[in-house]
């Protein structure tokens, strides 16, 4: 994966947000959490629709990483790849 330089050089209409961590229901277990990220300002920190995101945890903080241009190719290609794999599998085994 490529670095990423982690000071933003976009400027974002507001570079600090505050959240509350929910949960994921499931039949009444609230144990698993759920932080829900939306909102234009994704966009200007260079979060578009669809693109890829690294999670990664440093200590006590959680950074969000957006894939590259060229991450993103590969990412397509490999998609690409696999599903031409399945294909032929399937065919194969027909």
């Not at 330089?5 to 929910?22: H, N």
């Not at 609230?30 to 932080?35: E, Q, R, Y």
Request: hydrophobic share 35%.
């Amino acid at each position: 994966m490529a670095e990423h330089d982690c000071i933003s050089e976009v400027k974002i209409s507001k570079a600090q947000r505050r959240y509350i961590v929910g949960y994921v229901p499931n039949r009444g277990d609230t144990s698993t959490p759920n932080i829900n990220l939306k909102g234009k300002w994704l966009r200007e920190a260079g979060f578009n629709t669809g693109t890829g995101v690294t999670v990664k945890i440093a200590g006590d903080c959680i950074v969000l990483i957006p894939d590259s241009p060229q991450e993103q190719a590969l990412r397509e290609q490999l998609e690409q790849v696999k599903n031409t794999l399945n294909r032929v599998k399937q065919d194969v085994l027909s």
